[in-house]
């Protein structure tokens, strides 16, 4: 059993900065594959950025250049820092690790982006 706790969400400008955060349990963390997606009101839950065992990362299209999924397998964390943040990134972020054959989630941030 894998547990997420995901830190960090708050109502910001456009154009401005936030980093998400997420912290799992379990003693195999350098193993979970970790992700963080991302689900606005009224539309499907979509993958945001992922980040592999040994650091590998891939993004969604539109925000490959404005946020970076980061690991510290030391610390069991996973980051996502947004830069230029727009009103389409306004959603709740979930954290997400995959480890063995499970899926698992954590309860979501909200990430507002509005004047």
């Known amino acids: 059993q894998v547990q997420l706790v995901e830190d960090g969400g708050d109502l910001v400008q456009p154009g401005g900065s936030l980093t998400l955060s997420c912290l799992a349990s379990?003693?195999?963390?350098?193993?979970?594959?970790m992700a963080w997606y991302r689900q606005a009101p009224g539309k499907r839950r979509e993958l945001v950025a992922e980040?592999?065992?040994?650091?590998?990362?891939s993004y969604a299209i539109g925000v490959q250049d404005r946020f970076i999924i980061s690991r510290d397998d030391n610390k069991n964390t996973i980051n996502l820092q947004m830069t230029n943040l727009k009103p389409t990134d306004t959603a709740t972020y979930y954290c997400?690790?995959?480890?063995?054959?499970?899926?698992?989630w954590g309860q979501g941030t909200q990430v507002t982006v509005s004047l």
């Open positions: 379990g003693k195999d963390f350098r193993n979970y594959k």
């Open positions: 997400y690790a995959r480890w063995s054959t499970t899926d698992y």
């Open positions: 980040i592999r065992r040994g650091g590998g990362t």
